[in-house]
């Protein structure tokens, strides 16, 4: 790699990708630092090190801080985080900085976003970045003062000799050639940071910085975004999955006023000066189009079909003690099948996307998950270096692990290749419900083995065609198979908030009730008796402290039950207790109230956490009580929220969220983890009122009218 | 057939000419570049395309055009008075009742709307009142607090 870094002044040179107009609006005035393409584009942020500190960090005359950061904000709170992070290390308050996100000509590869990684994986080399920009600027001021460094104060944006009393603030030190220099200079891994208990800015609830923006509709989000002479566009889908076209007749398409059509083999799209326009021009080329469809499940048998699909050999299964000497040695043995259907993600705002070409050059502005992913993935389609392909990402509406490709910005930057205007497409509805990919459904085989004594002494589990998250048992059982077998799944399927975790900790936390029942023990008990892991205790123990489990366990009634459950995933651990009312005649199950327990290390912004435990609770009772994909024929049946109900203000259930700040770990990432245990719960107190044990995800109330 | 609709739309009058049947929706977002209402779903059900028409809650997605003519329609932008919010934004900022922010226009409008029928509504009138917008991050429970607290500034 022979890049080199080039620090220059804005007036003598501009990144050959942007208008000065835009990198001012970008960074602000002060000093450019160009960092040649390929140099920062290579390096993945969350490996730190060797990137200089003008990748992350600049330094603005007015005083403000320009942070920059490969992340995407869609809600989760990473903006306000992320600007936390930089303002703890250089001693500002958080609002002192601008942080430039998923803007591939601006920032580094941190990674897509996801995997609760922006907590453990880039903040700390964001800190790592400001510290450094921190110590080189105290630096600077100890030589121009000629001093020893060590002497200095750094407070609120400026640096101080209390022995001279001589001040300089960042904002002088910006108008310093020197400071380009030294920002050259890598970032230091170990380089001194903030312990928790000297938190200033980080642990506070730092509220989102473009909030007002928000409030007054002014941001634009991926949806938003308007480029001059841009045209909108529509692409012909097929009528079902797997579906071929075998003939089209443009011919009444291409005839109206405006309409651009666009066919390249299986491509067949439609740009307009409206969406409307855009709109009938495709359904006109609908009528014309004839499909070769090909035989496809139906949602109604898709666990069958998924077992009968599964890989053969049962996959790699991890394996403690003898599980066949277990379960043939135990007292009693249960075997238990549980069952997820698959769902979808539902971002308020669906794929969206604004390609524009210029001299050879594409620019998008797209609604996904991976800024350098996408630009990747445009490169090869387009046959292009990465480096003539520009992604912004503007903080979207809502992701939750469905957005991690960038069908959308295909879409649109072939229409713009083709038509040669900016093009915006922006999916519809019923195309996220259809073409967006969805949370695999499963099918969860258990089986366990109880002692004489009612010890847990066998444990045999597989979840098939889900995944392994979570999978293993945080609980003390001397034999164990456990295995994550893949499957054919018919669906598109990928990423969904924590993953297989949900459908994991469901099947395992509802099953170990079940053993827990068959042993004759309180399922608090149970648990605690076969737990060593001190985070999960505390939590579990914390939730049914604050829920007052033991008093409202001997309350239960046929209408009224309570239940719990624990799990960890992503080294952050919860617990939740619910009280849930059945109205078994009515088949309904409403969650009256939820006490949930979360814990993830040090807490670096509560108010966003709380929002994130509350958000998980609430979108986990969709998966838990009624969300679920249906399918026939290749068709979706419900690609619409009237068929596909999301919890809405009349579900929320009465919910205390207790946040357990635990100062002597790293932080982990909190938007994921408290959605696991809410499902299981609910099953754990529809069986305590009913006796009815409901084995699927979703867990519907007329199951309690059959049973 | 193109017809002429004319509406005031946040207090400045609008006219434009197009299919009667295109959703209001679009001629806001696409025609007049107001881009602070939202689509969401298309069919009414999720509340994100809130707008008020002549100070009722309106769908925007679902509302022809051509429904809004000679009608006062009041977008997001056009609640604050200058650089000073309207109560109900005050509060949602206040409250930090937003995550991706998305479906935040909807719900400020639903908001307004609410309270203009009910200056103090009970829990259960703000969760009936509120029903019709679907947020899918922040779990309502911010949302509520910050009608609550949007029902106390306007009642000042």
């Keep these: 790699m022979n890049a080199k870094i080039s620090t220059k002044s804005l007036d003598t040179e501009l990144n050959p990708a942007l208008s000065r107009r835009a990198f001012v609006q970008a960074l602000g005035a002060g000093i450019l630092i160009t960092v040649t393409d390929g140099l920062v584009l290579a390096q993945r942020g969350e490996r730190g090190g060797s990137m200089p500190v003008t990748a992350r960090i600049h330094l603005n005359e007015d005083g403000t801080i320009t942070a920059m950061s490969g992340k995407v904000e869609e809600g989760q709170g990473a903006r306000a985080q992320l600007s936390q992070a930089a303002a703890e290390e250089l001693r500002v308050p958080a609002n002192r900085i601008r942080l430039i996100m998923a803007d591939t000509d601006l920032v580094p590869d941190d990674g897509i976003t996801a995997g609760s990684r922006t907590t453990p994986g880039n903040v700390p080399p964001m800190r790592q970045a400001a510290a450094t920009a921190r110590e080189l600027l105290t630096q600077l001021a100890a030589k121009q003062w000629q001093v020893d460094a060590a002497t200095l104060e750094v407070r609120d944006g400026a640096i101080t000799n209390k022995a001279t009393q001589q001040k300089l603030t960042y904002a002088d030190l910006a108008k310093s050639k020197d400071v380009a220099e030294a920002f050259s200079k890598s970032i230091r891994s170990d ?51 797997g579906a071929t076209l075998e003939s089209i007749d443009l011919t009444a398409a291409k005839a109206m006023e405006d309409v651009m059509v666009v066919q390249d083999g299986q491509f067949v799209g439609f740009a307009a000066p409206s969406s409307w326009r855009a709109t009938e021009a495709m359904e006109a080329a609908a009528k014309t189009a004839s499909w070769k469809t090909v035989s496809h499940p139906s949602s109604k048998n898709i666990h069958s079909y998924l077992k009968e699909h599964a890989e053969t050999g049962r996959g790699r299964p991890s394996v403690r003690g003898s599980i066949e000497k277990g379960l043939a040695d135990a007292a009693k043995t249960l075997s238990e099948t ?204 914390a939730a049914a402290k604050h829920f007052n489990w033991a008093e409202r366990r001997k309350k239960v009634t046929p209408e009224l039950g309570v239940g719990l459950a624990c799990g960890t995933e992503k080294n952050s651990v919860v617990a939740a207790c619910v009280e849930v009312g059945i109205d078994r005649k009515g088949g309904e199950i409403k969650v009256r109230e939820v006490c949930e327990t979360f814990e993830c290390g040090p807490i670096q912004n509560p108010g966003n956490l709380l929002s994130q435990v509350q958000g998980c609770i609430v979108m986990g009772l969709g998966g838990a009580l009624f969300e679920e994909i249906q399918f026939e024929d290749g068709k979706i049946l419900n690609a619409g929220f009237a068929g596909y109900r999301v919890p809405r203000f009349s579900d929320v259930p009465r919910i205390d969220v207790h946040l357990i700040n635990k100062t002597d770990i790293p932080s982990a990432g909190g938007g994921e983890t408290p959605i696991i245990a809410l499902a299981p719960a609910i099953s754990n107190a529809i069986f305590a009122a009913t006796g009815v044990r409901i084995r699927s995800m979703p867990m519907r109330g007329e199951a309690l009218k059959q049973a | 057939m193109d017809v002429t609709v004319t509406m005031v739309v946040n207090g400045v009058e609008r006219t434009v000419t ?139």
């Design chain 2, 18 to 156: 197009t299919d009667p049947q295109r959703p209001l929706l679009d001629v806001l977002r696409e025609e007049l570049h107001l881009t602070g209402t939202k689509y969401g779903c298309g069919e009414g059900r999720c509340g994100a395309c809130t707008v008020l028409m002549d100070g009722k809650r309106t769908l925007a997605c679902v509302t022809p055009v051509s429904l809004a003519d000679k009608k006062a329609i009041t977008t997001i932008e056009g609640l604050a008075k200058g650089d000073a919010l309207h109560p109900a934004q005050e509060a949602f900022l206040e409250e930090g009742a937003m995550q991706c922010g998305y479906c935040t226009s909807g719900m400020i409008l639903s908001t307004v709307a609410l309270l203009k029928e009910n200056a103090n509504p009970t829990d259960e009138q703000i969760v009936a009142g509120m029903n019709g917008n679907i947020c899918r991050c922040n779990g309502y429970v911010k949302i509520v607090n910050a009608v609550r607290r949007a029902a106390e500034k306007m009642r000042r």
């Design chain 1, 338 to 541: 549980y069952t997820l259907a698959y769902i979808q993600h539902t971002p308020m705002e669906p794929r969206a996307a604004v390609a524009e070409w210029n001299d050879g050059k594409l620019t998008v502005w797209a609604g996904c998950d991976g800024p350098y992913r996408a630009r990747g993935d445009l490169a090869r389609l387009f046959n292009m270096p990465a480096e003539r392909v520009h992604v912004i990402i503007p903080d979207m509406g809502g992701g939750f692990g469905g957005k991690h490709s960038a069908e959308a910005a295909e879409e649109a930057a072939r229409l713009a290749k083709a038509t040669g205007w900016p093009v915006s497409v922006r999916w519809t509805r019923a195309e996220e419900f259809t073409w967006a990919y969805c949370r695999p459904a499963a099918v969860i085989e258990c089986k366990g083995g109880l002692d004489a004594k009612g010890s847990l002494v066998a444990w045999d589990f597989t979840n098939i065609n889900a995944g392994g998250s979570a999978i293993d048992t945080p609980y003390n059982i001397p034999n164990t198979r456990i295995a994550s077998v893949g499957s054919d799944s018919p669906v598109k399927q990928g990423s969904y908030r924590c993953l297989a975790a949900t459908g994991n900790n469901f099947a395992r936390e509802s099953f170990m009730d079940e053993l827990a029942a068959a042993a004759g023990a309180d399922p608090l008990d149970f648990r605690l008796a076969h737990l060593e892991n001190p985070r999960i205790r505390a939590v579990l123990e």
């Design chain 1, 191 to 241: 380089v001194t940071v903030a312990a928790v208990n000297e938190w200033k800015v980080l642990g506070s609830p730092v509220p989102r910085p473009n909030s007002r923006d928000l409030v007054a509709g002014a941001h634009q989000f991926p949806s938003d975004i308007v480029r001059p002479n841009m045209l909108y566009g529509k692409i012909l889908r097929p009528p079902s999955y």
